[in-house]
């Protein structure tokens, strides 16, 4: 379905999919030209109210008390320098409207853009209903000091006022209250309890001329979206490759289609690009696009391997996982496809321990690092478990889809993705999906070409493994430079406070060169600004500028996803929290032991057997001898395969000893249904193969006995190359239809 981004007389802009959901984000500039101006969406948050019109130069500076005396309630003609709610932009066609976990998300057919120049005077107020209420007179100068208080706690903005004035010179609070104003001096300044001064002059104002940043070098603008996604009862599954870790199964991949989907805003971040506090809103009735029957690709994840894969995390990737599981739990992560409660609690924990905490705290005391993280002291082992497994299935679909991006030529508009965990299993799938109805075409094309979807998996691991800028190593040197930019300082001054300042920044720079040592964790660029925010004074900030712009140039965020997958805007977890639920240490871990070809090293029964338990289309196994018939675990493997849909084929090349007999007797009995069994009597069978899923192969010197997979020494290999599987296959294929079935035992010759 198509969705129009619609601006009236003067034009309109069509966007299918997630295109149609980036280019519709509120408060994000759509687009902008010289010729035409700025052109943005506005849908106001949830606990807000909104309002627009056109504005004289004499109206745009009255008081905002005054601008509510002019609204009008009635639809009719726009008067000049008046003002109408927003809602009445919106009544446009709608496709559809549905309601997902309590949120009610309108799909339009049109959406309504405002455009701003300096020639129509549009205007576009937008004020919590706090404040609004305040203005006209409904609640106390008490109340609204309470509730300025409380949005300041959670991050959340007041007061916006959109003009063309505004959008090109903007004036904006540093606590976030005031996101973005005309005005030169600040509209909440006599009655915010942060305003100290007592006059019109606020501290944490920045009027246009102290910045010098338009609305888009203020702040980066980015939608938090939610993406729900289901097969059609009739969708067609293709398998395309199994990924190993080591010679154990990771991932599955399957291509599907079709499949549906509706994606959403949840809400809208706004991530400073200069020395401001972040500030969120979140949406109640929201935007959304449905895609229709689109092609997917399904990555199913081995829980045992995911297990596997947690423990053999070095130390300091281990620590890493550690600490980004923690800061998931804080910011509410509470199982895969549900939103994040708290996503700025992370944050906002980060910011109090570095800017405040390791400050107050006696030196002899902040030693002891770990106590004051506080790190899993408050959370279930399994809930970090489940936070830990998360974080390795979505960097891992992140390291996929940046290559799948490269190869295919898409942007993240183009080809989109979502995780989601099964409701019975509690197993976690990743969906890879083209992201406007109808699809485009590649991935289906993928799942026809396997060898070149391994080449492209094949190819994100190896780059990922030499991207050794992405470690984000502070160097060692990093701590002598920032602290010889301090002495500078501290050695032309006298001024008491300028030489407290200058001890604050040391205390607060040993201290961060110490976490990093023990645990090799670095706080967000975000982080340290809002830091050396609170430990400079204003006046100063001119004169630790060196040291603001070296600091800026040694932290890579979060272990190093800048530069390698760490893609802000299209990220379903959100802007807050995807540094949290990405990490370059899993990726490094994933990578290195990764490989098309792989001698077996693992216990061969554990690698065998969790391949079979593992497959859901098909079992191929070729073996000279089969003796299984008291061999609990492989009789497990194979039930667990047929219940989960595969067909097991097995062909035998010599069925003359009891053990044998008596397996295929047992596998007739348990198997009937799911199972065939054949004997090669053309010839000596001494071929000894698995294949799984016509995607995996196992092969070697072993037969499918107790004693090859639990004793003997056997010599074994994997492979996940299409070519070689092919191969493989096609043989099995021309044995199996030279051999003879076997349905009873009376088909074995001489019984």
Request: proline share 4%.
């Amino acid at each position: 379905m198509t969705h129009t981004a619609f601006t009236g007389k003067e034009g309109t802009y069509e966007r299918t999919g997630l295109s149609a959901l980036f280019i519709t984000t509120p408060f994000k500039i759509a687009f902008s030209s010289k010729e035409k101006g700025i052109e943005i969406v506005f849908r106001y948050p949830s606990g807000f109210k909104g309002f627009y019109g056109k504005l004289s130069a004499e109206a745009l500076n009255k008081d905002i008390v005054d601008l509510l005396h002019t609204v009008r309630y009635q639809k009719g003609q726009l008067k000049e320098d008046g003002l109408q709610p927003l809602d009445f932009l919106w009544s446009r066609p709608k496709i559809s409207s549905l309601t997902i976990e309590d949120k009610k998300i309108t799909i339009y057919a049109e959406i309504p853009i405002i455009r701003f120049n300096p020639r129509n005077k549009n205007y576009v107020l937008i004020l919590s209903n706090k404040l609004h209420d305040y203005l006209i007179g409904k609640i106390t100068q008490e109340e609204i000091k309470e509730h300025i208080k409380n949005m300041k706690k959670f991050f959340k903005p007041i007061l916006a006022e959109y003009s063309f004035n505004s959008i090109i010179q903007p004036s904006y609070c540093e606590l976030g209250l005031v996101l973005i104003t005309h005005r030169k001096t600040c509209p909440l300044a006599s009655f915010c309890p942060f305003n100290k001064s007592g006059t019109e002059r606020c501290r944490f104002f920045v009027p246009w001329e102290r910045s010098h940043q338009n609305y888009a070098g203020l702040y980066k603008v980015v939608p938090e979206h939610e993406i729900k996604l289901w097969k059609n009862e009739d969708a067609v599954e293709k398998h395309v490759a199994q990924i190993p870790y080591k010679d154990l199964p990771f991932a599955s991949v399957r291509f599907v289609e079709p499949v549906n989907i509706v994606a959403y805003h949840a809400g809208v971040s706004f991530l400073p690009k200069v020395w401001a506090s972040f500030t969120r809103v979140k949406f109640k009735h929201t935007l959304g696009v449905a895609i229709n029957l689109t092609s997917a690709l399904e990555i199913s994840f081995n829980e045992k391997t995911l297990r596997k894969i947690l423990e053999e995390f070095g130390d300091d990737a281990k620590k890493w996982l550690e600490f980004k599981a923690n800061m998931l739990l804080l910011a509410g992560f509470n199982g895969l496809g549900k939103r994040y409660s708290k996503p700025l609690n992370p944050w906002k924990y980060l910011e109090k321990f570095y800017c405040e905490e390791i400050l107050a705290t006696p030196e002899k005391k902040r030693k002891d690092f770990q106590s004051l993280l506080k790190l899993g002291t408050t959370i279930s082992s399994q809930e970090l478990d489940e936070a830990k497994k998360f974080i390795v299935t979505h960097t891992f679909t992140h390291m996929i889809l940046s290559n799948l991006w490269a190869k295919l030529g898409l942007s993240e508009e183009e080809l989109g993705y979502v995780l989601t965990t099964d409701e019975h299993s509690g197993n976690i799938t990743s969906w890879i999906f083209e992201a406007r109805s109808g699809g485009y075409g590649y991935l289906r094309e993928l799942a026809e070409k396997q060898d070149l979807f391994i080449q492209i998996v094949n190819e994100a691991l190896t780059i990922t493994s030499n991207f050794e800028f992405c470690k984000g190593n502070l160097k060692d040197t990093w701590i002598n430079d920032a602290l010889n930019i301090i002495h500078d300082i501290k050695s032309r001054t006298q001024k008491k406070e300028l030489l407290n300042t200058c001890g604050n920044l040391e205390q607060f720079l040993l201290a961060l060169n110490e976490i990093y040592k023990q645990y090799r964790i670095t706080p967000h660029l975000y982080t340290i600004r809002y830091c050396l925010h609170q430990i400079i004074p204003g006046e100063y900030r001119e004169q630790f500028s060196k040291l603001i712009n070296k600091l800026d140039s040694f932290f890579t965020p979060f272990d190093g996803n800048t530069g390698c997958y760490y893609f802000e805007s299209g990220c379903t977890t959100g802007p807050f929290v995807q540094p949290f639920a990405l990490s370059y240490r899993t990726a490094e871990n994933i990578s290195k032991n990764f490989s098309l070809n792989r001698k077996i090293k693992n216990r061969l029964e554990d690698v065998v057997l969790q391949w079979i338990s593992h497959a859901t289309k098909s079992v191929d196994i070729a073996t000279w001898n089969l003796a299984i018939y008291d061999y609990q675990k492989a009789l497990n493997a194979l039930e667990k395969a047929s219940k989960g849909g595969a067909k097991i084929r097995i062909l035998i090349g010599e069925a003359k000893d009891e053990a044998t007999v008596r397996s295929i007797q047992t596998i007739l009995q348990k198997f009937s249904h799911h199972a065939e069994l054949r004997l090669y009597t053309d010839g000596t069978l001494h071929k000894k193969t698995i294949i799984i899923d016509n995607t995996a192969l196992l092969h070697g010197s072993f037969n499918f006995t107790k004693a090859a997979l639990t004793k003997n020494i056997e010599n074994a290999w994997l492979t996940v190359s299409p070519q070689e599987i092919t191969k493989e296959l096609e043989e099995f294929q021309q044995l199996w239809n030279s051999s003879k079935p076997i349905t009873k035992l009376e088909d074995i010759p001489r019984y």
